[in-house]
């Protein structure tokens, strides 16, 4: 590559705030030399640029199964995802144990699980959160229905997330290999699924919990986290020992995206919701669980896919792609 050209590149992506790495400094995974100048100077404005260079030029971000899945393979699953960023000694991660229970990691406990010989304190580290919008196609095409899911929003569901496990994957490994020794929770390997006293099915490590420490949303009647994207999307995270300016966040309460919450209005997850999984008290777990077993055999039958998919909740509601309230 010729530096010249290469150094201008920089020197103008940089200028427009936009992380070089995901860029140039991705073939074979590892960063150019660009990237490791960038990544020391602006760690955190560097890996959001990463989520979202990958995120939009990944041939995985899409709704296909196999490369010979031509029709599927040009359709996206994931909009241009937002980014934050919490301190791993943000108390709200304490708390969580409190809320969720015990067993749920903090960022300190995660990392010196995953990296005993590194000494790190909680401020030390950063929690980076991602929100993965569903695409309006994606979304049109569950919002239609209001029984049995649609094939878009299903392939979004099983193959989209396997593209949310690479994102994982690549911005731990990125990170790691640029100094930053990163780890992503959900795919460690004592990442376990818990029965919390108080919220049923609960596991070691909550994304959309991470996501409302980072500023990303709060929660919804239906559970499901409501964004300035709306809620019908995924989320990720991972945790790094890196310095990162936290994401402010503009709400005290953990349901203050939601109407009907904060103005005693809507309900329209409750009547969406195909498996009477929603009522005014909240989410039934174990009835939605339920559900998802009814979409399993559906989207085999209909769709010859394994896998499932429901979220009538996070569709053709208010919250189903921006902040209601
Ligand atoms: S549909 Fe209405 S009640 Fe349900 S989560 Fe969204 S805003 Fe809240
Ligand atoms: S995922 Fe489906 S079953 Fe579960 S709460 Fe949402 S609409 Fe109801």
């Not at 020197?11 to 100048?37: D, E, M, N």
């Not at 993965?132 to 029984?147: F, G």
């Not at 559900?291 to 979220?311: F, N, P, R, S, W």
């Amino acid at each position: 590559m010729n530096d010249k050209l290469d150094r201008r590149r920089f020197l103008k992506t940089s200028a427009q705030g936009v992380a070089i790495a995901g860029i140039a400094g991705t073939a074979g995974g590892f960063p150019s030399i660009f990237a490791q100048i960038s990544n020391k100077t602006n760690p955190s404005e560097w890996i959001a640029g990463v989520i979202r260079e990958y995120t939009a030029t990944s041939p995985r971000n899409s709704l296909k199964k196999t490369d010979d899945e031509e029709k599927w393979a040009a359709e996206k699953a994931w909009d241009e995802p937002l980014v934050g960023f919490a301190s791993g000694g943000d108390t709200i991660f304490n708390e969580y144990k409190d809320k969720v229970g015990l067993f749920h990691w903090t960022p300190a406990e995660v990392f010196s699980l995953a990296f005993p010989d590194t000494p790190a304190s909680p401020e030390d580290l950063t929690v980076i959160a991602w929100i993965l919008p569903a695409r309006e196609m994606v979304r049109a095409s569950l919002r239609k229905e209001t029984k049995n899911p649609a094939e878009p929003w299903v392939r979004a569901r099983m193959y989209g997330e396997l593209f949310n496990e690479d994102l994982r994957r690549y911005v731990a490994d990125m990170l790691t290999k640029s100094g930053y020794p990163a780890v992503a929770p959900t795919l460690f390997k004592e990442f376990k699924t818990h029965q919390s006293e108080k919220y049923g099915f609960a596991s070691t490590w909550s994304e959309r919990h991470a996501a409302y420490a980072a500023g990303l949303g709060t929660f919804g009647l239906c559970d499901a986290l409501i964004t300035p994207k709306g809620k019908a999307m995924r989320c990720g995270a991972v945790v790094a020992k890196m310095p990162a300016t936290p994401t402010p966040r503009p709400y005290t309460d953990h349901h203050a995206y939601c109407l009907h919450y904060a103005k005693g209005a809507c309900g329209a997850c409750i009547a969406r919701c195909a498996g009477k999984a929603i009522t005014a008290a909240g989410h039934d777990k174990m009835a939605c669980i339920k559900q998802l077993g009814v979409t399993t055999q559906y989207a085999k039958e209909h769709y010859g896919i394994d896998g499932y998919g429901c979220g009538f909740c996070q569709t053709g509601t208010p919250c189903e792609s921006r902040i209601p309230v």
